[in-house]
């Protein structure tokens, strides 16, 4: 019984998965876009990204979440609910990243841009060749800590009927009676979701990290 | 139209209300050392900026082998290929090894296939004496070898011109010489300098013509030998002199703390 208990809280894992891996690199994409617009964009453009993010931070994302799912599933766009939550989440998780990205642009300082200017790279090679790379390096540290902010507030689509780990686990603490043991499960599975990310990144900006001293 | 290689004409920059500098006249003839001089905030480093379109005059020419580049749709990507910088803290491309900074300029810009780019990315460290150090991060690298790594990169895009902006400032006294020495060698080579600094020694040495500036004027240019002997205004004399004195102290302490 007890197996049979594990293995569905487990096909919700997958579920959960599956959303995180939508919504953190669409966040992620959408959030560089609008670094790159409110660090080096006009004043239009820095101005959009700034009331985007301030108006994205300032509602609760499960609120956010429903609203969006109620555009991206309507009668314009009809996504199904695992595509509508998820996306949902990367749009609000792009905020975010955005302000950690901006972050990471500023403090490569402007020296970087103006060395690449002189020797003759345009705006954009510059942006691409110098600063990216190593603003990206910068931006692991707190983008882990959005990694698994997203991975955790993946359980919201759960009240959009998306079957992933709170769900099933909601589920069989009604079917089974064992409450403790259904979300105690679920919160062991995301405890060791969150702690292989945190690890991974951790990994990955000692990789990247550059050299100092001989 | 003219043998100048960089000329500015009556360039002016000015900062809200704040005039930095005002009908600069400058011409750099080609192979000609100038050294310019002056205490800070003169606008030196503002003038260099400004010769290759890093920062935009307010008013004015300047001219690149005779074509105005301060024109409307003129490249300026295309100009500063052909200006190489110098800065006084480096800039260094932190991600990227020293030979990497070199070769950039040459994949990125130049497009020049990995191969050559790599070969005369080499031979440019070669020449600043730091071939062994190709595969260090700049975050390995002395500030004279980050320097020296800058002027590489610099010299990499061949380019007409190459502006100084206090190279030597940020380094420690230990470090400055071996910047000067590339510097000196460069000058030697008749590679065209326009160059900011307060080693006097160097502008005393190297330079074919000394430019003293002043609250956003030239008060005087001319020869080593006329600025330093000779200077027309009092202005000049009393900061060469305030400059020399300096100097002379410090080597006197120096010399007497063996």
Redesign the interface.
């Given at each position: 019984m007890l197996s049979n208990f594990i293995s569905y809280i487990l096909q919700g894992t997958a579920t959960t998965i599956a959303v995180t891996l939508i919504a953190l690199p669409s966040g992620l994409l959408v959030g560089l876009l609008l670094a790159l617009l409110h660090t080096y964009g006009g004043k239009v453009a820095n101005r959009f990204a700034a009331a985007y993010s301030l108006l994205m931070r300032s509602v609760p994302p499960i609120v956010l979440l429903f609203i969006l799912y109620f555009i991206l599933s309507g009668n314009l766009i009809n996504l199904n609910e695992f595509w509508a939550g998820s996306l949902s989440l990367g749009i609000v998780s792009s905020a975010y990243q955005m302000e950690i990205l901006r972050g990471a642009l500023l403090s490569v300082g402007s020296?970087?841009m103006?060395?690449?200017?002189?020797?003759?790279?345009?705006r954009l090679?510059a942006i691409q060749?110098?600063l990216l790379?190593?603003a990206l390096?910068l931006a692991i540290p707190p983008w882990s800590n959005e990694a698994s902010i997203v991975l955790k507030d993946s359980s919201l689509v759960y009240a959009l009927g998306v079957p992933e780990i709170l769900r099933r686990a909601q589920q069989l603490s009604a079917t089974t009676q064992q409450p403790f043991l259904a979300y105690g499960t679920a919160a062991l599975i995301y405890f060791v979701l969150v702690f292989a990310v945190n690890r991974g990144l951790d990994y990955l900006s000692e990789r990247t990290k550059?050299?100092?001293?001989? | 139209m003219t043998d100048s290689i960089l000329e500015a004409r009556k360039l002016t920059k000015i900062y809200g209300s704040n005039v930095i500098f005002k009908d600069i006249d400058l011409k750099v003839a080609e192979g000609e050392t100038i050294v310019i001089i002056g205490p800070s905030g003169t606008g030196k480093s503002t003038l260099l900026r400004c010769m290759n379109l890093l920062t935009k005059a307010d008013n004015g020419q300047i001219f690149l082998d005779g074509k105005e580049i301060t024109a409307p749709d003129y490249n300026e990507d295309q100009v500063r290929q052909q200006i190489g910088m110098v800065f006084q803290n480096f800039l260094l491309f932190n991600h990227l090894t020293a030979l990497d900074n070199v070769m950039i300029g040459l994949t990125k810009v130049k497009k020049l296939p990995k191969e050559q780019a790599r070969e005369k990315a080499m031979e440019e460290l070669k020449r600043v004496g730091l071939a062994d150090r190709a595969d260090h991060y700049p975050g390995q690298l002395s500030g004279g070898q980050q320097q020296r790594v800058g002027i590489a990169r610099a010299l990499a895009m061949d380019p007409r011109v190459m502006l100084f902006d206090e190279p030597t400032s940020a380094l420690d006294p230990e470090l400055i010489g071996e910047v000067l020495g590339v510097m000196e060698k460069l000058a030697r080579d008749r590679m065209t300098m326009l160059v900011v600094t307060h080693e006097m020694g160097f502008a005393r040495e190297v330079a074919d013509r000394i430019v003293f500036m002043e609250k956003g004027h030239i008060v005087e240019e001319g020869s080593p030998d006329d600025l330093f002997y000779h200077p027309k205004h009092d202005r000049t004399r009393e900061f060469l002199w305030k400059i020399t004195e300096l100097y002379g102290k410090k080597e006197k302490e120096a010399g007497g703390n063996p």
């Open positions: 020296g970087q103006t060395a690449a200017r002189a020797v003759g790279m345009s090679q060749h110098i790379p190593q390096r550059l050299p100092t001293h001989p | -």
